[in-house]
C-alpha cells in the first residue's frame, strides 16, 4: 500500500472566569471543524474496487462522489466541540473544595475512519464522546498538605485495535468498534515536614476501569481482509496497560545544602494486560 492524507482543522474558542471574596469559577468551551481525505498512490481503483466486490473491500461499493476515479477518497467533514466548567470555594484560609465537569465530542483519528488499504470509509466510526466529572479536597499548611480527588469518566464510541499471531502463524490484527469505558476512582497525595530537615510524602490510587456493553469486533488479516466481524459482549472487562490500585510513600532527609538522602516505596496492582476489549 501507498497512500497520502490531508486533515484541514478549524477552531473557535471562548473562556468566562468569575471571582468573588472566597468563590470562583470558570467556563471554556470549543466548536471545531476537522476534515479528512485519503489519496492511494498504490490501490488504484478496478471495477472490482468500485463495485464492491474487490476482497480488499467491505463488499459495499464505493462512494459515487469520489474523485479522480476512486484514486482521491470523499471528503469527510466531522464536527466537534468540548464544555467544561468549575468552581472552587475557600472554605477557610487553608482549605479549598473544588468541582470539575466536561462534555467532549472528539473527531476520530484518520486511520480510523480509514481502516483498510482502500477509500472506503468506516461506517462504524464516528466522534468518540467523553463525559467526566471530578470534585476534590486540598488542605495547605505550614507543615501538612493533603489533596484527595474523586472522578468519574465516560468515555464511548472509541475504536481499539490489537495485534496476534494465530495457531497458523498468521497475523490478526483485531478492531473494536463503538468501545465504551467507564473509568472511576478515588486519589490522594499528601506531605508532612515534621523538621526543616526531614519531609515525609505519599499518594495513593484506587480505581476501576472497564468496558461497557458490545462492541463490533472485525478481525482482518495482514493485508486487511475481512475474516470476521461480530458483535461481542465486553461488558465488566478489565482495562489493560496501567496499574489500577496504587501506593506510595517515602522521605527525604537534607543534612546539609550539599547532602541529603531519600527513600521511596511504591506498590502496584490489578494491572491487566492490554490485550484489548475483553
Known amino acids: 500500500y501507498n497512500n497520502e492524507e490531508r486533515i484541514s482543522y478549524g477552531c473557535i474558542f471562548a473562556q468566562l472566569e468569575y471571582e468573588k471574596d472566597k468563590f470562583t469559577a470558570f467556563f471554556q468551551g470549543a466548536l471545531n471543524n476537522q476534515w479528512y481525505q485519503r489519496f492511494d498512490l498504490y490501490q488504484y481503483a478496478d471495477q472490482s474496487l468500485i463495485d464492491g466486490t474487490n476482497p480488499q473491500g467491505t463488499?459495499?461499493?464505493?462512494?459515487?462522489?469520489?474523485?479522480?476515479?476512486?484514486?482521491?477518497?470523499?471528503?469527510v467533514s466531522e464536527f466537534g466541540y468540548n464544555i467544561k466548567f468549575g468552581a472552587s470555594y475557600d472554605v477557610t484560609d487553608n482549605s479549598v473544595v473544588y468541582l470539575n465537569?466536561?462534555?467532549?465530542s472528539r473527531q476520530p483519528f484518520f486511520d480510523n475512519l480509514f481502516p483498510s488499504f482502500t477509500n472506503q470509509r468506516?461506517?462504524?466510526?464516528?466522534?468518540?464522546?467523553?463525559?467526566?466529572?471530578?470534585?476534590?479536597?486540598?488542605?495547605?499548611?505550614?507543615?501538612?498538605?493533603?489533596?484527595?480527588?474523586?472522578?468519574?469518566?465516560?468515555?464511548?464510541?472509541?475504536?481499539?485495535?490489537?495485534?496476534?499471531?494465530?495457531?497458523?502463524?498468521?497475523?490478526?490484527?483485531?478492531?473494536?468498534?463503538?468501545?465504551?469505558?467507564?473509568?472511576?476512582?478515588?486519589?490522594?497525595?499528601?506531605t508532612y515536614k515534621p523538621t526543616e530537615k526531614l519531609s515525609l510524602r505519599g499518594f495513593g490510587s484506587v480505581n476501576s476501569w472497564e468496558f461497557v456493553g458490545e462492541t463490533v469486533e472485525r478481525i482482518q488479516d495482514e493485508d486487511q481482509n475481512i475474516i470476521s466481524e461480530t458483535i461481542t459482549d465486553v461488558d465488566g472487562g478489565k482495562v489493560g496497560d496501567a496499574p489500577q490500585t496504587s501506593f506510595g510513600a517515602g522521605f527525604i532527609y537534607r543534612a546539609n545544602?550539599?547532602?541529603?538522602?531519600?527513600?521511596?516505596?511504591?506498590?502496584f496492582a490489578d494491572l491487566y494486560a492490554n490485550a484489548g476489549a475483553r
Open 59 to 75: 463488499g459495499v461499493a464505493l462512494p459515487s462522489n469520489l474523485a479522480t476515479p476512486a484514486t482521491d477518497s470523499e471528503k
Open 101 to 104: 465537569a466536561g462534555q467532549y
Open 122 to 190: 468506516s461506517p462504524l466510526t464516528s466522534n468518540e464522546k467523553i463525559v467526566g466529572i471530578e470534585a476534590g479536597y486540598k488542605y495547605t499548611g505550614e507543615k501538612f498538605n493533603i489533596g484527595i480527588d474523586i472522578y468519574r469518566t465516560n468515555w464511548s464510541d472509541r475504536v481499539g485495535s490489537t495485534s496476534r499471531l494465530n495457531s497458523n502463524n498468521i497475523v490478526e490484527n483485531t478492531l473494536n468498534f463503538g468501545l465504551e469505558q467507564l473509568h472511576q476512582g478515588v486519589e490522594f497525595d499528601f
Open 257 to 267: 545544602k550539599n547532602l541529603s538522602v531519600d527513600f521511596d516505596y511504591r506498590y
